[in-house]
């Protein structure tokens, strides 16, 4: 193998340049719909991984806002405590432990002896990003037996000390109560803390300690980051996957996501640590949890917002095999089966039934409409099919109407793959996870991947995917060009495929600029400020341009174009704008001339080109620079069905091209 390495590389300039310098003819047939598009072909993977749910898409400002983690003062700090030395009894904060099963175990019981100016302090998640003028609602839970303590003073502190807004409280009731108030940001700071200083001396107890801005996505209390929302909302996805992701599974079975403990009143929720609290030594994160404020309700609440269809994924009895790959025995999965049954209950249950009415009491008597359940994440080998078998018998004999997906494994080849797609097929499987991490080159050459798949057999969700540009679980990876290019390449052949790929989503979504574990992310935020990545911009064009009907894109020649000349193309028609979309991926470093011709039906004389671009792979959007690399609109003439274009090296366009 070695030896043809130097006859490659000096062969591969003499035969690609006369190449590249002709013109690339490609027709596409508008007339003719090879199969339809389904709605869900683009759409969101969440997991609550790199802070994206507390402390990201979750608005909630306080850290360990129960003092539940397990240092139930992590996140909390006592400056001021002890003026005098050590003296338990006055100006500390004691964690009281009154029920240890309980969702709410903790709260936190301060003595004030005298008034030296005792202080509690919230550091946030990695600080709190404030915004000048806006407006923070904090509420708090107290009890104050004695009532001696007749005011808390609340404040946002930046790194010198200054107050930049303040509000109090006079919680005064001698019982449980909860207490709220609103106050205003005085400046803009990414930054600050969360301070309360007590009036009086005495005890008092906190709990529930709460800040949210009230400028939530639509408004809501206990509601989602506004601006991490938009930029959802903005890929118009077709569907919302949740809650992962290996966090499904958790790393013990203990640790699992479980469902039924994240709806309801929010303060009776079970908190649990964050399975990426641990994951890697090279990204600790011990003040990762699991507050599930953004829950189940939410989450379907979230995907009717967005217009996405739900699909949740819900553990088999199976902790991550990657972990402990501990168990459930065959004969104990009922109450796994079980939750699966009630989550399609709770979500398109009538008001009548128990879980129906747990979401009638939410707020939502309406279904939510649930059509689809994914069994096991990244489940392979024998006991997940043995797994996968009895939870589809039971959800088929009550819901044939719901559609379930089920796992192929971690990768996308190899024995895990062959052995679970294989199974699954003879069992008639409706829709196969399949997920890729890979290197670039490897989404370019896979541009291919599914042309020649068995018709007959499941549909594909390409449930997670993303082109790594060092390697898999590498904190080097960048969300550069390179990477984003060869994935829309990819996604010409997932969209070619789209009689079989139904669904396909990028992973993971979101991170924290500070708080993240894993990497490349579609999209980065901080407390204050959030963008897209350039990889986003790929999927927010394919997303947009989803169309209904797809269309075969033919050389002259009559071959398919998949990455010849590093060219990669696929075509839609959409019914309801009456528009033709035309992806067009140039993977050189040469400019490329193309010639389209439209057959079967009469399109306009005016095409529009959006097209993201760099010379540089390497180019990468940043909290910095977040639109250095976004989609630039521009237009076209198209003459007697016919339209001319020359694609500039490195760039991904899609033409939009009106029928008459
Ligand atoms: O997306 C990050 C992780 O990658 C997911 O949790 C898991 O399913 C995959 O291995």
Same mark, same amino acid.
């Not at 390495?5 to 596409?28: A, D, G, H, N, Y």
């Not at 819900?314 to 459930?328: D, S």
């Not at 009548?352 to 009638?360: D, F, L, M, S």
């Not at 989803?546 to 002259?556: H, N, P, Q, S, Y």
């Given at each position: 193998?070695?030896?043809?390495?130097?006859?490659?590389?000096?062969?591969?300039?003499?035969?690609?340049?006369?190449?590249?310098?002709?013109?690339?003819?490609?027709?596409?047939?508008?007339?003719?719909?090879?199969?339809?598009?389904?709605?869900?072909?683009?759409?969101?993977?969440?997991?609550?991984?790199?802070?994206?749910?507390?402390?990201?898409?979750?608005?909630?400002?306080?850290?360990?806002?129960?003092?539940?983690?397990?240092?139930?003062?992590?996140?909390?700090?006592?400056? %001021?405590?002890?003026?005098?030395?050590?003296?338990?009894?006055? *100006?500390?904060?004691?964690?009281?432990?009154?029920?240890?099963?309980?969702?709410?175990?903790?709260?936190?019981?301060?003595?004030?002896?005298?008034?030296?100016?005792?202080?509690?302090?919230?550091?946030?998640?990695?600080?709190?990003?404030?915004?000048?003028?806006?407006?923070?609602?904090?509420? +708090?839970?107290?009890?104050?037996?004695?009532?001696?303590?007749?005011?808390?003073?609340?404040?946002?502190?930046?790194?010198?000390?200054?107050?930049?807004?303040?509000?109090?409280?006079?919680?005064?009731?001698?019982?449980?109560?909860?207490?709220?108030?609103?106050?205003?940001?005085?400046?803009?700071?990414?930054?600050?803390?969360?301070?309360?200083?007590?009036?009086?001396?005495?005890?008092?107890?906190?709990? &529930?300690?709460?800040?949210?801005?009230?400028?939530?996505?639509?408004?809501?209390?206990?509601?989602?980051?506004?601006? +991490?929302?938009?930029?959802?909302?903005?890929?118009?996805?077709?569907?919302?996957?949740?809650?992962?992701?290996?966090?499904?599974?958790?790393?013990?079975?203990?640790?699992?996501?479980?469902?039924?403990?994240?709806?309801?009143?929010?303060?009776?929720?079970?908190?649990?640590?964050?399975?990426? &609290?641990?994951?890697?030594?090279?990204?600790?994160?011990?003040?990762?949890?699991?507050?599930?404020?953004?829950?189940?309700?939410?989450?379907?609440?979230?995907?009717?917002?967005?217009?996405?269809?739900?699909?949740?994924?819900?553990?088999?009895?199976?902790?991550?095999?990657?972990?402990?790959?501990?168990?459930?025995?065959?004969?104990?999965?009922?109450?796994? +089966?079980?939750?699966?049954?009630?989550?399609?209950?709770?979500?398109?249950?009538?008001?009548?039934?128990?879980?129906? %009415?747990?979401?009638?009491?939410?707020?939502?008597? #309406?279904?939510?409409?649930?059509?689809?359940?994914?069994?096991?994440?990244?489940?392979?080998?024998?006991?997940?099919?043995?797994?996968?078998?009895?939870?589809?018998?039971?959800?088929?004999?009550?819901?044939?109407?719901?559609?379930?997906?089920?796992?192929?494994?971690?990768?996308? #080849?190899?024995?895990?793959?062959?052995?679970?797609?294989?199974?699954?097929?003879?069992?008639?499987?409706?829709?196969?996870?399949?997920?890729?991490?890979?290197?670039?080159?490897?989404?370019?050459?896979?541009?291919?991947?599914?042309?020649?798949?068995?018709?007959?057999?499941?549909?594909?969700?390409? *449930?997670?995917?993303?082109?790594?540009?060092?390697?898999?679980?590498?904190?080097?990876?960048?969300? &550069?060009?390179?990477?984003?290019?060869?994935?829309?390449?990819?996604?010409?052949?997932?969209?070619?495929?789209?009689?079989?790929?139904?669904?396909?989503?990028?992973?993971?979504?979101?991170?924290?600029?500070?708080?993240?574990?894993?990497?490349?992310?579609?999209?980065?935020?901080?407390?204050?400020?959030?963008?897209?990545?350039?990889?986003?911009?790929?999927?927010?064009?394919?997303?947009?341009?989803?169309?209904?009907?797809?269309?075969?894109?033919?050389?002259?020649?009559?071959?398919?174009?998949?990455?010849? &000349?590093?060219?990669?193309?696929?075509?839609?028609?959409?019914?309801?704008?009456?528009?033709?979309?035309?992806?067009?991926?140039?993977?050189?470093?040469?400019?490329?001339?193309?010639?389209?011709?439209?057959?079967?039906?009469?399109?306009?004389?005016?095409?529009?080109?959006?097209?993201?671009?760099?010379?540089?792979?390497?180019?990468?959007?940043?909290?910095?620079?977040?639109?250095?690399? +976004?989609?630039?609109?521009?237009?076209?003439?198209?003459?007697?069905?016919?339209?001319?274009?020359?694609?500039?090296?490195?760039?991904?366009?899609?033409? #939009?091209?009106?029928?008459?």
């Amino acid at each position: 193998m070695p030896n043809f390495r130097p006859i490659f590389i000096l062969l591969l300039p003499l035969f690609s340049f006369p190449v590249m310098s002709q013109k690339t003819e490609l027709v596409i047939d508008v007339g003719h719909s090879i199969a339809k598009v389904q709605p869900t072909m683009y759409g969101i993977f969440f997991e609550d991984i790199n802070f994206a749910a507390d402390g990201g898409l979750y608005a909630e400002m306080v850290k360990n806002r129960g003092f539940e983690f397990d240092d139930p003062m992590m996140g909390w700090k006592q400056p %001021k405590s002890n003026p005098y030395g050590f003296n338990p009894t006055s *100006g500390i904060a004691t964690i009281i432990q009154p029920e240890a099963d309980a969702a709410n175990r903790n709260f936190c019981r301060i003595n004030i002896e005298d008034d030296k100016g005792y202080e509690l302090i919230n550091v946030g998640f990695r600080g709190m990003g404030i915004k000048k003028a806006a407006i923070y609602d904090l509420s +708090i839970m107290a009890r104050n037996p004695g009532q001696t303590i007749t005011k808390i003073l609340v404040q946002f502190i930046d790194s010198l000390g200054n107050v930049l807004g303040e509000g109090s409280m006079a919680p005064t009731g001698k019982d449980w109560q909860t207490y709220s108030t609103k106050f205003v940001a005085q400046a803009t700071n990414p930054k600050t803390t969360l301070k309360f200083t007590f009036k009086g001396t005495g005890t008092i107890d906190l709990d &529930n300690i709460s800040l949210f801005p009230e400028d939530t996505w639509k408004g809501r209390k206990n509601g989602l980051r506004k601006d +991490i929302v938009q930029l959802l909302a903005d890929l118009r996805p077709g569907f919302l996957r949740f809650p992962g992701g290996c966090i499904v599974e958790g790393r013990t079975l203990a640790q699992r996501y479980q469902w039924k403990k994240t709806v309801g009143p929010v303060w009776d929720r079970n908190l649990l640590i964050n399975r990426w &609290n641990t994951e890697f030594a090279h990204r600790p994160a011990p003040d990762y949890f699991q507050s599930f404020g953004l829950g189940f309700f939410e989450y379907f609440q979230l995907s009717e917002d967005l217009g996405a269809a739900p699909v949740p994924i819900l553990g088999c009895g199976m902790a991550c095999q990657f972990n402990t790959g501990e168990l459930v025995p065959l004969d104990d999965l009922g109450p796994y +089966i079980q939750d699966a049954l009630d989550l399609i209950e709770f979500a398109n249950g009538s008001v009548a039934t128990p879980w129906g %009415k747990v979401r009638n009491d939410m707020g939502h008597p #309406e279904p939510f409409h649930m059509k689809y359940i994914g069994i096991g994440n990244e489940q392979w080998g024998p006991e997940y099919i043995k797994r996968y078998k009895q939870f589809e018998k039971a959800l088929k004999d009550a819901h044939p109407e719901i559609v379930i997906i089920s796992s192929s494994g971690p990768f996308p #080849e190899g024995d895990f793959f062959e052995y679970g797609r294989s199974e699954l097929k003879k069992l008639n499987a409706e829709i196969i996870d399949e997920h890729y991490y890979n290197s670039p080159e490897w989404f370019r050459e896979n541009a291919t991947r599914y042309d020649n798949y068995d018709r007959q057999g499941p549909k594909i969700f390409a *449930g997670e995917y993303a082109a790594q540009s060092v390697g898999i679980t590498s904190p080097e990876n960048k969300n &550069n060009w390179e990477c984003a290019l060869s994935e829309a390449a990819f996604m010409t052949g997932l969209e070619r495929n789209a009689d079989i790929v139904i669904m396909t989503s990028y992973a993971p979504l979101l991170a924290h600029e500070e708080g993240w574990q894993w990497t490349p992310d579609l999209i980065w935020f901080n407390n204050l400020e959030v963008y897209g990545t350039v990889n986003y911009y790929v999927q927010k064009l394919f997303a947009n341009h989803r169309g209904t009907d797809l269309l075969a894109v033919i050389t002259a020649k009559g071959d398919v174009l998949t990455g010849q &000349n590093n060219l990669y193309a696929s075509s839609v028609k959409d019914a309801n704008s009456n528009e033709v979309f035309v992806k067009l991926v140039n993977f050189s470093n040469k400019k490329q001339a193309l010639e389209i011709d439209f057959k079967n039906q009469k399109v306009g004389s005016e095409a529009t080109v959006l097209t993201l671009r760099s010379d540089t792979l390497s180019d990468e959007n940043s909290f910095g620079n977040p639109k250095k690399i +976004i989609p630039q609109e521009s237009s076209l003439h198209v003459s007697n069905n016919h339209l001319n274009i020359e694609i500039t090296p490195y760039t991904f366009m899609v033409l #939009e091209v009106p029928l008459k």
